[in-house]
């Protein structure tokens, strides 16, 4: 399999009579758009613009997208929502790299996911450093939260799939090309390089914790191999929101740090087999199962390392250690990637289950490090939700709109594929 | 047999209307510890665990309503104590849940429900 990803740089985001991408500014036709994400289930969507530096605050944010074209090869992008359920990773996929979709819409009342687009609180999040194009979603009364959380998915889908068009006439900034081999060739090209695969935990537990691949709700599925292509785009994408700071949005799984850097280092100093998907379902018996089919597979492909990446904080750390621990006694060397809920002093025990196999761990930062966001000068979405979110508190949301709460109110801020900036260092 | 243990009332009332003989649903009083702790009593007694006691990535302080279904088992079930213990120290790490207003509770409650009512027994 070989993708191209062709990449046109998107410095600003404009609205406009026509969808286009001039001089490095993505122009975005609100009629084109509104057309696009129709939906009946809500009574109302709105679009607005954020751009790096602006005193804006989104919030609470939905899910992150990253507007993608197929123009060659097999399949269109986000199959199985936007496109039929074609094979994808190989052929060319133009990216508007630089901009997003970001949806907005209050599902349940507890729900959280900040991004400031300015001030202390936009270190914590990478979507401060993208021209957003907002959509923010208004269900009526009585909507059930199912539906509602799904007509707001496919809002943002729509939304990055209509705008993405205007990447098909425009001038390509650079280009990447991404080879995957099969297991045999792999081998004769790479013979005395180690062998490793990712395993991509993906959380599946319901409403608001869910993640979907080719369409299919990930909790139903079997651990099953992929090619790293594929994510590029868009096989994987996110309906998953609650406690935001280590939850994967779909821009992430578009764009996955610990798939590229296996691709920077592929037959260089090992052999990038491939991925291994697995879940994070809620009971024991699954968590079992996943780990263990996650195991053979990771045994089938002869293995000498993998690196795994957890999704979220709490019952995930099972499924996180039993999939290192099974590996490991197959001989497999791993390194865990997750991220901390030490306490705000950063004291306490960070995980909530540990085996003395897990000895290579990579931390994406502490969530419950506490910060203050003072008030933007707007609000997309609704920002009376902040006592009340994740990691906020009874006087969460003083009277001039600041903000202070736990970072794990913030979009991607300790995030567990390391797409954010924070880490622990031993010293 | 298995044994539904929660404090959440949307919960307790979903499985009752199973009016599953397999399942007895028992209703505990108090906040989300309570629950862990009542739970780890069974699992002492003998019980499995069914679902994760931390399932969700609503925190424990984050919540007060759990919902966990263990099933009778014929002796102690170390991993079910484990991720038990584990549970009850992470909730005590977080702390307590501040409380919140009726419609944020019922969100709460409904969130719980989600997180058990698809779990198949057998």
Not at chain 1, 229 to 255: F, P, Q, R
Not at chain 1, 291 to 303: E, I, Q, R, V, Y
Not at chain 1, 365 to 388: C, H, Q, R, W, Y
Request: with cysteine.
């Amino acid at each position: 399999m070989q993708l191209k990803l062709g990449r046109i740089n998107i410095t600003d985001i404009k609205f406009g009579d026509k969808t286009k991408v001039e001089k490095g500014v993505l122009y975005v036709s609100k009629e084109q758009v509104l057309a696009a994400v129709a939906d009946e289930r809500l009574t109302s969507i709105t679009l607005e613009l954020a751009r790096p530096g602006d005193s804006v605050r989104i919030m609470p944010v939905k899910d992150v997208i990253e507007p993608r074209l197929k123009v060659e090869g097999s399949g269109g992008v986000l199959p199985g929502f936007i496109s039929k359920v074609e094979m994808v990773g190989s052929g060319t996929t133009l990216v508007l790299s630089g901009a997003a979709v970001v949806t907005t819409g209050s599902i349940v009342g507890f729900q959280e996911g900040i991004v400031d687009m300015s001030g202390p609180g936009a270190d914590y999040t990478p979507f401060s450093k993208t021209c957003n194009l907002v959509v923010v979603c208004q269900a009526p009364e009585g909507l059930s939260q199912h539906e509602h959380e799904a007509a707001v998915r496919v809002v943002g889908y729509k939304a990055a799939a209509v705008i993405a068009e205007a990447a098909r006439n425009a001038e390509v900034d650079s280009w990447e090309e991404y080879q995957h081999l099969n297991l045999f060739e792999g081998m004769q090209k790479y013979p005395d390089l180690p062998r490793v695969a990712y395993v991509y935990m993906l959380q599946t537990q319901g409403l608001l914790h869910d993640t979907y691949v080719y369409g299919v709700d990930a909790k139903r599925i079997l651990p099953t191999l992929m090619s790293p292509t594929e994510m590029m785009d868009g096989a994987i994408v996110s309906g998953n929101c609650v406690s935001a700071c280590d939850k994967n949005t779909t821009y992430h799984h578009l764009n996955n740090p610990i798939i590229q850097d296996l691709y920077a280092r592929h037959g260089k100093d090992l052999n990038f087999i491939g991925v291994i998907i697995t879940n994070e379902n809620v009971t024991l018996a699954d968590k079992q199962r996943s780990s263990n089919f996650t195991a053979k597979l990771a045994d089938m492909l002869g293995l000498d390392g993998a690196i795994i990446s957890q999704e979220g904080f709490g019952n995930p750390d099972t499924d996180l250690i039993m999939n290192c621990t099974k590996l490991e006694k197959l001989g497999i060397k791993t390194v865990i990637v997750t991220d901390e809920y030490a306490g705000r002093d950063g004291g306490s025990q960070s995980l909530a289950d540990a085996d003395p196999l897990a000895d290579a761990t990579v931390t994406g930062g502490n969530a419950n490090e506490v910060i203050t966001l003072p008030a933007m000068d707007k609000v997309f979405g609704s920002s009376k939700s902040a006592d009340i979110i994740a990691g906020g508190f009874d006087g969460s949301l003083a009277k001039d709109g600041s903000i202070t709460v736990e970072i794990q109110a913030i979009t991607g801020a300790t995030n567990e594929l390391g797409f954010n900036t924070l880490t622990a260092r031993e010293i | 047999m298995f044994q539904v243990l929660t404090n959440n009332p949307k919960a307790y009332n979903w499985w009752l209307k199973r009016e599953n003989k397999q399942v007895q649903v028992v209703w505990q009083e108090g906040g989300f510890d309570s629950v862990l702790t009542a739970a780890r009593d069974l699992v002492h007694l003998g019980y499995r665990v069914i679902n994760h006691p931390l399932s969700s990535s609503i925190k424990p302080n984050q919540t007060p309503y759990k919902t966990l279904i263990l099933a009778q088992g014929t002796g102690l079930d170390y991993q079910s104590l484990s991720v038990i213990e584990a549970a009850i120290a992470a909730s005590k790490k977080l702390g307590v849940f501040p409380g919140s207003t009726q419609s944020i509770l019922e969100d709460l409650q409904f969130m719980d429900l989600e997180m058990c009512r698809e779990i198949q027994l057998q």
